[in-house]
């Protein structure tokens, strides 16, 4: 019973914690508060549909609806929250609603769960309950929203697999405007490209027509009880007493006061989103916390005669909605503070976070790169204090912020209003900000720009800049503002300012935040911005104003960003005409657990019941680069109660040195020296994930710091390489090289990539009896795993079982370090004799498990007069970390790809390992591939650069035909190449457009378009051979219900279903008749990673040997009842002794490769593809988007179309974010900080092309592969290239326009600071970058 105290004391006795989940009254006499609603949904109503993603917000995973019910106006507002921020004694008397509370394939889908899933927008499924949970909060509050809508209610969810065009279109059809999913000619899905559309073509990958509809009257209603709880109200403290923490819920003012006397120390939260993360991952312990949400002076929002005043708790989502209006009911003059705060919040964060966070907290946190505080500061807003002492109000000025996070509010004080002043007609107001990513990304550098008239005139009677991201707070640039006043509004005055801006806002070399000079410039971008907005309304205002000009190809350097709704085309083969409906090869079947992913039934390696006596794991790690490890001291954590053991190398029985590859160079536990941070030292065994992290962090490490080597600068300068000899090359190099007329050098660099994999490594091991022990790993490679664990615990392989169900995402960062993390758990396990878990914290997942090797590529290129490449040397260095892991092969492939589709006659390439004290890097989605031909690409293009050629015509001179022999000695057959590039061509009506862009550059200075046609080579095969081979067993039972199990690991890529398609085709039974269970090395044995591109083509052969085997043991049965059923046979097999089960098995034939002869069949066949990409650039920001894509993609005769379109988006969007996105950062003494989705940023949902069409290419039979397939993993990554490209050509336009000269060096990704910086103009030519080596940079690239 809800027992609200009556009495307004903080001493009564604890509260009773009451709350609704899903229809469920929950009351929990004993809270412990410090748990969040996430680890409490989780581990105490154990619903694990809500995913933990990241933890600190950014990503979505954990999305629940909050529904709350207001007495004082009988509203429900439906929230979608973050719940691992939320914390658990924030919804007390509210109703949670998750995944599992709006359906479940035992009762009814929801309709958001059905669409989603038949849509194809859940590959793997982890981030599926979070983006379900943020629509269906959507549809309670809007039952029929815009594209627009739903597009921002995204922007706080993540996806690493889709690409999110799917998702988008399956919700679509909640929107005003509907799709029919292609049902009728002028659908949006078939408005296809240019009109172009085959015979037996189709661009229907769903059918709508079969959607639930939606009935907004069947949603459950608020819980009346809880209702009649609230109106009964309370106007007392609440209270909750935990073991580490209280919990105290004041409801007026007054109590608060008391409370912060009572409490000195108390921290109060609103929204809890900075506290949270300081909690979380900045080591702060709060034990006293003051949830100031529940008083009505600071959650209340009105309009006075002078402005806005909101409540300092009122969250953010309710101030835009407020905001909002006024700027509707107001005249236009009078809200232009307003409208920049509204314009500013549609970059602030996520819904998620908006729907919680408030204007107090962000003012009281006083980040300098806070984005309202810029804003507030411009606008001279002011605070209503108060404290027991009294009331006053402070304005936010020059004085306000006093140093790092401080700010003039006493201990005792609390802001309990920010008054927002309305604008005069003379007055002028502008919010900027530039962030890596546009959405949900916190700034590099913000401002407010206010500015006075005199009326009539365009003279400057006072202005307030103000700006964040340049000092350790929010700054106003004083100097300007004072030299600002009387000055004419006109031309000259950009000139005159920008000095007096470079004075207010210096950024001395190594500052805090590093892009000193980008940084430097924007402030003046944004004031240039600023003053050409101004002036345009000023013109409008004044027409006979003389002294101002304004270019007409300037008009658009100010524009605000506005995208249309992504929409796009997708085009494949359809099955022909006669395949029986049994065979489902070629058909677009949904992902087979899809479902189960949408209603949160999935279940992923910690969402497994505990097993009994199960403890957690908690990681003692290296805070040094490199280092002697002096003495680890753990008797701190092992005095901790619930603690049972500290773990590390004196604890391993077998090997500590074990590693996926010769030499076995990867140690279980740090054993004397670490080299690097983030390496495994120990782990603290415990009762529970809290008491295992809390006392992991008392475990004391002494070190002796040893030189450390970051980059791969460092490594070549230092000589310091990993073992290595790949050397290819064709024709005779150096001679042609000293014949030719030019020779050009030069270098170009990829950066590192995290994998990003929505669920983070996850170990679950059971010790069995006499030694046995069951592994249960999120890894794409379980023999690896038995292997590992195995060889650290001196035991037979034959004693470890190594198996999953599925993965949340892998991309290859689950291929090889997870296993030796699962080594160390397994000692661990051991050394207890009980089953331990361990989930890593996304910052741990990121420190330790490596990144994609980032590379340098360094060429020298013979060329004859009018360009032509005669020769081409290429030295390829990759940064690998401290071990060997993959790295040899991953450089195998980029030496084998560097020559993209390019016939170079004269032609060698050379890779160079890197040994560096960082963590060992992996594999990822290409596999060096991408690296390998992102060099030759950019050598292209700097040819083309340099001799005024075309790009397009430049790859075309060089492309390889059929039969021509690639510089590692293998034939090229099936050459589709040239078939994707003109079907890419002039789908995308390239040559139309490529006018279009450059008229458009013609008319635009500080807004560019480029656009950009990329192809792609990608070899199939393991380049070590013993790996192209897979097993499988398939069962059939007696009903008739066939089981199978292959070598293959469910990540999302929809490999059982494919597996399951084949099968069907093979038995020539329906696909419902057929099961996969899970991988597990004790049903098929010595199991390759599921890697390379490989798993349908392995899997898929051995599977279909398998189903041959029993379909001839079937076969005198069908013979003797040639009418007879399925069913039917198989029992008469039985009843004959006749075996229903047998295993099948498949080695790709014919791969061969010698390195000493440079020679061979390394690929069992080649995967192509084109894409085309045009961006626009703002030349003053360095921000971009992505207008459109098309990509024409050959992957053979489809077994699935709707994953393999799928598989070219994910790809896409992830190597988007490879090419220009993804900024992996870490201080040159090797502290990674880009850490966490905060300061990581993946793709978004706003950040995919506006237009994104694919098609498959047709009669395009694969002789080599499975079902005449083609494999489709990794080849489509590299298409993303062309939008890096595209970005190039922009760039190379605003270049042009001011006049510089030479070649454009553009090294990847094409972040904003890099965009900005190589459009070089009168605004980054006062900012030149510091000469290297005479000051610490903040970070380095590695
Ligand atoms: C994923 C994510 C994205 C984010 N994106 C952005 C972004 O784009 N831009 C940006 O500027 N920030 C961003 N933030 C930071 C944060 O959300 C904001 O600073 C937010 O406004 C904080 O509000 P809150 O209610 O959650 O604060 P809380 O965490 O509840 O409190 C923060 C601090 O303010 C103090 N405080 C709160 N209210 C008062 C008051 N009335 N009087 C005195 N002190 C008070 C608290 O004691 C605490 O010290 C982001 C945070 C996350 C986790
Ligand atoms: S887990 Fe909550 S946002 Fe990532
Ligand atoms: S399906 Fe979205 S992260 Fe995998």
């Not at 629940?64 to 691992?84: E, F, G, R």
């Not at 949270?276 to 959650?299: A, C, L, R, S």
């Not at 600023?530 to 409008?540: A, I």
Request: glycine content about 8%.
């Amino acid at each position: 019973m809800f027992t609200a105290e009556k009495a307004s004391s903080a001493d009564k006795p604890p509260n009773i914690l009451v709350f609704f989940c899903n229809g469920k009254k929950v009351v929990d006499h004993h809270v412990e508060p410090e748990l969040t609603l996430l680890a409490y949904l989780r581990t105490k109503l154990r619903l694990t549909g809500s995913k933990l993603g990241c933890g600190e917000g950014g990503c979505g995973a954990c999305t629940v609806m909050v529904s709350k019910y207001s007495p004082k106006d009988k509203t429900i507002n439906h929230l979608a929250v973050n719940a691992c921020l939320a914390p658990i004694c924030s919804v007390q008397g509210m109703a949670v609603t998750t995944v599992e509370g709006i359906g479940s394939t035992k009762t009814r889908l929801h309709p958001v769960q059905e669409r989603i899933a038949k849509a194809h927008g859940s590959q793997c499924g982890f981030c599926t309950p979070g983006i379900v949970m943020s629509m269906y909060t959507l549809l309670r509050n809007n039952p029929q929203p815009t594209m627009e809508d739903i597009e921002s209610a995204f922007e706080g969810n993540l996806c690493r697999c889709t690409g999110y065009r799917p998702i988008l279109q399956g919700y679509k059809t909640f929107t005003k405007e509907g799709c029919c999913g292609g049902n009728v000619t002028n659908c949006c899905m078939n408005t296809d490209q240019n009109g172009i559309r085959e015979e037996g073509v189709s661009t229907q990958l769903f059918d709508p027509s079969e959607f639930t509809p939606y009935d907004p009257t069947q949603e459950p209603i608020f819980p009346p009880e809880l209702m009649l709880m609230l109106d009964e109200g309370t106007l007392a403290v609440q209270k909750f007493e935990g073991n580490n923490l209280i919990w105290l819920r004041p409801a007026t003012v007054s109590q608060l006061l008391d409370l912060k006397v009572k409490y000195p120390q108390a921290k109060m939260v609103a929204g809890n989103t900075e506290v949270g993360v300081e909690v979380k991952f900045k080591n702060q312990v709060y034990p006293v916390i003051i949830d100031i949400n529940h008083i009505p002076e600071m959650t209340s929002i009105e309009t006075t005669p002078y402005g806005v005043r909101v409540g300092a708790s009122v969250s953010l989502s309710c101030l835009d909605g407020y905001l909002k209006k006024v700027i509707q009911d107001q005249p236009e003059h009078k809200t232009r503070i307003y409208a920049a705060i509204v314009e500013m919040l549609r970059w602030f964060a996520g819904h998620q976070i908006r729907n919680v966070a408030c204007l107090g907290g962000n003012i009281a946190t006083g980040s300098p790169i806070s984005d309202m505080n810029p804003l507030l500061m411009a606008a001279r807003c002011t605070l209503e204090l108060t404290s027991k002492q009294g009331s006053h109000a402070v304005t936010m000025d020059g004085n306000f912020f006093t140093g790092y996070r401080k700010n003039i509010i006493g201990p005792n004080e609390v802001i309990l209003a920010v008054n927002i002043p309305f604008t005069s007609e003379n007055e002028y107001f502008y919010g900027f900000k530039q962030a890596p990513r546009r959405e949900d990304d916190i700034a590099i550098v913000n401002a407010g720009m206010r500015v006075l008239m005199k009326p009539g005139t365009n003279v400057v009677e006072d202005c307030t800049l103000a700006f964040g991201g340049m000092a350790p707070t929010s700054v106003l640039a004083s100097k300007t503002m004072a030299s600002i006043k009387e000055r004419h509004w006109a031309d000259g005055l950009v000139e005159a300012m920008c000095p007096l801006l470079a004075e207010d806002l210096p950024l001395p070399p190594g500052a805090p935040g590093g892009m000193e000079p980008y940084r430097q410039s924007l402030t003046l971008s944004f004031f240039f911005k600023f003053y050409l907005g101004v002036l345009e309304e000023l013109k409008l205002k004044l027409p006979g104003l003389s002294d101002t000009s304004i270019p007409a190809s300037f008009k658009s350097a100010n524009q605000q960003y506005h995208k249309n709704s992504a929409r796009g085309v997708q085009m494949y083969q359809e099955v022909p005409a006669g395949q029986p409906d049994s065979d489902a090869v070629g058909r677009p079947l949904t992902h087979l657990a899809a479902l189960k992913q949408v209603t949160g039934e999935a279940l992923y390696v910690d969402d497994i019941t505990p097993a009994r006596d199960e403890l957690y794991l908690g990681m003692v790690c290296s805070k040094k680069a490199h280092a002697k490890l002096l003495s680890v001291n753990a008797t701190a954590a092992l005095a901790l109660e619930g603690v049972h053991a500290f773990v590390d190398v004196n604890d391993v029985p077998g090997c500590n040195m074990i590693g996926p590859t010769a030499p076995q160079d990867d140690p279980v536990f740090a054993d004397g020296e670490v080299v690097h941070v983030g390496q495994l030292i120990g782990l603290v065994v415990a009762d529970s994930q809290a008491i295992a992290q809390k006392a992991a962090k008392l475990v004391q490490v002494e070190y002796e710091e040893l030189p450390a080597i970051i980059t791969i600068e460092e490594a070549i300068e230092q000589d310091s390489y990993l073992p290595s000899n790949l050397f290819l090359k064709r024709g005779n190099v150096q001679e042609v090289l000293e014949s030719c007329d030019h020779i050009l050098e030069g270098e170009v660099r990829t950066g590192a990539q995290e994998h990003f994999y929505l669920e983070t490594t996850s170990t679950l091991v059971i010790p069995g009896e006499g030694g046995e022990v069951e592994v249960i790993s999120s890894t794409q490679a379980l023999t690896t795993t038995q292997d590992l664990v195995a060889k650290a615990l001196g035991i037979p392989n034959n004693r470890v079982v190594s198996k999953v169900k599925r993965l949340g995402g892998g991309f290859g960062g689950k291929e090889t370090r997870c296993c030796v993390h699962a080594a160390a758990c397994a000692v661990a396990a051991n050394k207890v004799n009980r089953p331990v878990r361990l989930m890593l914290d996304r910052d741990e997942d990121m420190s330790m498990t490596g990144t994609r090797h980032p590379f340098l590529g360094r060429y020298k290129v013979g060329l004859a007069k009018d360009g032509e490449m005669r020769a081409l040397q290429i030295d390829l260095y990759s940064n690998c970390g401290f071990s060997n892991d993959l790295s040899n092969a991953v450089m195998e492939r980029a030496v084998f790809h560097s020559d993209n589709c390019y016939n170079i006659p004269n032609f060698q390439v050379r890779g160079h390992l890197c040994k560096t004290n960082l963590p060992s890097n992996t594999a990822f989605r290409g596999f060096g591939g991408p690296q390998g031909l992102f060099v030759m690409e950019s050598i292209l293009s700097e040819i083309a650069g340099r001799y005024g050629m075309s790009e397009l015509k430049m790859r075309e001179r060089y492309f390889y035909c059929e039969g021509d022999i690639t510089h590692f000695g293998q034939e090229l057959k099936h050459w589709n190449l040239k078939r994707c590039w003109t079907e890419c061509l002039t789908k995308s009506d390239y040559d139309n457009r490529r006018r279009d862009v450059d008229q458009f550059n013609s008319e635009n200075r500080w807004r560019k378009r480029g656009i950009a046609v990329i192809p792609t080579k990608y070899g199939i095969a393991f380049t070590f051979k013993p790996l192209n081979q897979a097993g499988a067993l398939v069962h059939i039972y007696t009903d008739g219900a066939v089981l199978i199990s292959h070598s293959g690991v469910e990540m999302g890529q929809g490999l059982h279903t494919k597996m399951i398609q084949v099968a069907s085709r093979a038995l020539r039974i329906p696909q419902e008749k057929i099961h996969i269970l899970e991988t597990n090395t004790a049903m098929v044995p010595n199991t390759s990673p599921t890697a390379a591109s490989s798993g349908s083509d392995l899997n898929g052969m051995a599977i279909k040997a398998a189903c041959e085997t029993l379909l001839q043991n079937l076969e005198p049965f069908v013979r003797d009842n040639p009418k007879g059923t399925w069913e039917e046979w198989v029992k008469a097999a039985y009843m004959n002794r006749v075996s229903l089960s047998t295993t099948g098995f498949y080695s790709t034939p014919n791969l061969y490769f010698d390195w000493q002869t440079g020679n061979g069949k390394p690929f069992n066949y080649f995967c192509h593809g084109v894409a085309v990409s045009e961006v626009e650039i703002d030349c003053l920001t360095g921000d971009h988007q992505v207008l459109r894509t098309d990509i024409v993609m050959d992957v053979g005769d489809s077994i699935n179309p709707a994953i393999d379109i799928g598989q070219i988006e994910g790809a896409f969007i992830q190597g988007y974010g490879l090419f220009v996105l993804e900024d992996y950062r870490v201080t040159p003494t090797g502290q990674l900080l880009t850490k966490g989705p905060g300061f990581y940023k993946i793709p978004g949902f706003g950040d995919i092309p506006s237009e994104f069409n694919v098609s498959l290419l047709t009669r395009a039979p694969n002789p080599f592969a499975v079902c005449s397939s083609k494999a489709i993993g990794e080849p489509p990554l590299f298409l993303a290239a062309s939008v890096f490209f595209a970005i190039k050509d922009a760039i190379q336009s605003a270049r042009d326009d001011a006049g510089v000269p030479g070649t454009l060096k553009l090294d990847s990704p094409a972040t904003a600071e890099r965009i900005r910086m190589a459009c070089q103009d009168q605004f980054t030519k006062q900012f030149p970058p510091p000469e290297p080596g005479t000051y610490t940079p903040f970070f380095v690239r590695p």
